[in-house]
């Protein structure tokens, strides 16, 4: 059995990891640290684990954790992130990060939006995780920047039409809309329930930190530098995902010929589902799954081609996604541990 | 005091005209119908209003309709409304209908969507109810075509913009969120408690019927033929619809120039709340109410403006705005009846 | 114009008594306090009343407050309370207390389960402002205690049946349920959007401080001293209080004396609404009202009695119920400002 | 591997047991029938399940069913039920029934709240799938009659105590909550989003035909005719059921003494968790497993027991029950299947 730790395992991500690794047959998790509650049982912070998950919680101490895991998992703020992983991989250990801080490529673009890096010759190293994208990268790994849950849910219906240049990438518009869980686990006004019933929003509008991010990804795959329009959303429920992205197609381009890119692209793969024509992604369907659902339609009246993908945003969007990152790293099957049935409701 | 009769009571807009009416200080509400619920106590519809509301449903029979009121609403169906109308008109009522019946001008545009239109001739003599924009040829109407909710709240903070040529209209593209009520009192698997729950979805995408509602009205602004992409989603809460429309804007515009804009368009309109720079609406601080409160942010990436507004569908998005209609028409001030304060929670 | 001062306006208490204020035919809304926001504009507290308040916070300054006010609404938490009323009454002001300060005649219970009374001898002087059963009173009082919202949704039902002893009042058990409001304004885990959502729990089960307030009213009533079982618990909504009441029937008195009692003592009340037999009461059909609906079972099996009743926590069990005795003790009509029509949903 | 089928498997109550079996190693989900979805895929009736389950519905016809499983789930209505079980029976397969058809040994008590029983002889036949209690009868049984979910809530804390007389079984109160799932997949008002959002109400009081489903429970084990008061209530929550018991103490027994007899009765049983002193249960924290957790406190002032329990009412109390029973009457694990890890929020 893999021994794998989870640092930063009372926050939500940090949870769900656990959840999901102590469901895993081919991993014992064998540490959860978190700086809050350490020496405290786990399930005393989430209850729901009593009696399933038996660790108490370390503190975050590298040593530690490095005698007693073969896998990390880092699911800590952004720049604590940092400090921690050039012990791991000095210490030989394989780790999965969930934090921005080795998803980007460019030391610029990083700064920009978070702030000076420590490690930034580790930034080439990392492979960001995105598995369908960048499996064949992900399977020597020893460093992954797993990516943002936006990041995620816009890049996976793109991608493939970028790359294939069926959409003009001056025109992307990406409407996303995340429940309460991406704020997590901190008490605040926003999270307060009073406040997010009967509430929907946009927040963060013009300057939310996963732009630059997606930026990067498209510009990649695009050959040149896009910027996109990006506003995210708050929705009163707790898990779930929705991102309606909006582009022009190029000329000659039609619905078929998108069904095609699509379908071929991830052909094989076990998480992406492509909808029927003519049904919609619902992020009820993917909740607690690793699944991203992707539908759409070239809009009859103006001609644009308008994507859905829907994910559960602790799951595809953070702590599955780094189990699937783990599985390819290690050679496990890809969906070893992520293969739970959703709930039907 | 006016005599006001509320036909097809028993939906849900017609329930929040009864709530809104009650409150009236100028009106009677004297009549409500229900062919459903015909005979039965309005109050065992709806308990909320036990010991509020004491009439009980009657049939929809124009006569006995015309007998006991001067002004008449119409929360029908589409179709049913316009086999209604002319009695009413010929009667000498004045009619608030908020049925898509009469809120276009093109009988081309109504039946390439709905269905012949069995009085046509009527198509002209309406008013589209947007009071802020119609309200000078509102006060002499008899006969007003409400707007639909999502219409309200895209063209509220875009005509002002279109009209001064700040944005290209070719180029909007409309994300809209609506609580489940707009989805009306009929029980489906749509409506379902179990299925909107933690569920977040794009519908009808490529299709709503309320597409070239909004066009008409863009196309009558603009002076050109206007086509847009528009795409509803629904939200797991009861009331409150959300807009995020993306534009570009034309050479020169900035963010100063289209404050200046809605500011200058909506100074003195009493429903209509500009958000300060860096807020953004929210359908909470406007449950209950007759407010629009919009906001918009210049892209600093791509350059793109986004505007937000937020509404209670029930309210401006139907019932509210018949209100005001009736507030018009008849001398009355603006806000009679809709000044109830929003629940701060 | 009476004015009015509310101390404490930032919690959610405090916002319910400004909205249901601003409305009042009778009542200038004239302070708003808040030591956490003082200076800053309530409405950035409350975006909802955006353009409808337009007052500054001032600190807690009794000295100011006095100056501006003629009845002062105290929404602060226990102990600070007793703080300030002293120098409002000196002031010559009256007081309607909404903490737990003025609430208990019985020093010793009080103390018990709150602390020491820093101004005991206004105990007696108080009167506890449970509007249907100490109306006479309230009339002349200058210092209200305002009864809690679970007293206030267990005591409506109960105290005609205590009275008449219709029932054994050594059976009593109350389960109670609250929406999030109750737990008021501050961020916690308990709050959180993601630990409600989809959670249904009992809390503080055997040591509410709203048991002994309860048990204080019933034994005054009774003329023994009562000791009951109450169990609050939290519903994932954020308004609403519905309490489950089980007594044993005393010999002899059945569905129809039942019936007779409640009747009877709440005839010409105008926010007590009682159920027709096999209707039970919905927290929805009071929300953002005063009324308190109250429905009864004599259990065919057991042939004990099962009460029901619904307020809106924040309304009857708050603010309203605060308003409504300011109404009583200035001669205004009881209904004032609290007439606003229920949301049929 | 066994072959299962499920009967019936549109339903809320259906669709849990395919997604629980679709997991379960022992077992493959050999046919689904629905006779209102006859013909249509699995998945496009609950496409969370899409790319999992790929059987298509076939019609409720028992030859077919017979032909092809070793083991019937039955989840249908109430008499539809008892129509299908002695064909299956006469086939020579083992028989869950999630139906009320089976749970009673008394034919009066059944055809008193039911109809008149078709095949009565059955009655005594079948087992009371209550398995933490019967579950040595179980093992040999091939007719199970699965428990009702607020049966199973409401004995699970109960059952032990009577049996050991340390509560007075004439004081027994039974106050229940259930999450929407409990009404079924048909759409109605009940169900509708907006009348469940916010709305906390009792149901059924005095006449809910759990209630003597449990009373007979309870009368075996206490050897004496047992009758309860038992009132449930909607809890605007998907999934989970709460259920706040109470009961006088026998003379003498106190709270170390309930846990003696609890921890005595549940040593080793892998689904019930017994909270530690001063923590009491949340229905989050069981959602979508199969455990039943258990709280209590002695009420200090009237001494009067209070017991807590929850279970997500589609699992344990019903398609994880069901599934339970299976692992025991073929001799597997009997967590196989149910030990998906529960989701931390």
Redesign the interface.
């Known amino acids: 059995m893999l021994r794998a730790a989870v640092i930063g395992a009372s926050g ?1 991500a940090g ?2 990891l ?3 690794l ?2 895993h047959s081919r991993v014992s998790l064998s540490v959860v640290t978190s700086r809050q509650y350490a020496g405290v049982a786990y399930d005393s912070i ?7 998950v038996g660790l108490n919680c370390d503190d975050n101490d590298p040593a530690t954790v490095c005698d007693n895991s073969d896998v990390v998992f880092l699911a800590l703020p952004h720049k604590v992130s940092m400090g921690m992983v050039p012990a791991l991989l000095d210490a030989g250990k394989r780790v999965v990060d969930l934090s921005a801080d080795f998803r980007f490529k460019s030391r610029d673009a990083y700064e920009a939006h978070y702030q000076p890096h420590s490690c930034a010759h580790l930034m080439e190293r990392s492979v960001y995780g995105l598995c369908e994208r960048y499996g064949s990268q992900v399977v020597s790994a020893d460093l992954i920047g797993n990516p943002g849950c936006y990041p995620t849910s816009v890049l996976l219906p793109l991608l493939p039409l970028i790359e294939e240049k069926l959409v003009d990438p001056a025109t992307i ?1 990406a ?1 996303c ?1 995340s ?3 991406g704020a997590g ?1 901190g ?3 926003t ?13 963060k ?3 939310h930190r996963h ?1 630059p991010e997606i ?1 990067e990804q498209l510009s990649r795959c695009a050959g040149v530098p896009v ?3 990006f ?1 995210p ?1 708050l ?6 995902m ?1 991102s ?1 992205v ?1 582009a022009t197609l190029s000329p000659g381009v039609d619905d078929g010929r998108i069904r095609q890119c699509l379908e071929s692209a991830y052909r094989g793969t076990p998480f992406i ?1 492509l909808m029927p024509r003519g ?11 690793n ?1 991203c ?1 992707i ?1 759409w ?6 001609g ?1 081609l ?1 994507l ?1 993908s ?1 994910i559960d945003n602790l799951v595809k969007g953070a702590a599955g996604q780094a189990v699937q990152n783990m599985n390819l790293m290690f050679g496990f099957d890809e969906t070893t541990g992520l ?7």
């Open positions: 939500y949870a769900e656990v959840r999901i102590t469901g989430y209850p729901a684990l009593s009696g399933v518009i409407d809309k429940g309460v869980s686990r008490a605040s006004q999270t307060h329930f009073c406040h997010v019933n009967e509430s929907f929003k946009a927040y509008v013009g300057g732009t930026e910027k996109i329009t506003v959303h929705v009163p429920m707790t898990r779930g929705e309606t909006y589902r049904r919609f992604p619902d992020t009820l369907h993917v909740r607690g799954t699944f659902d539908g339609v070239v809009d009859p009246g103006s644009r308008i859905m829907v293969d739970g049935v959703a709930y039907p409701l």
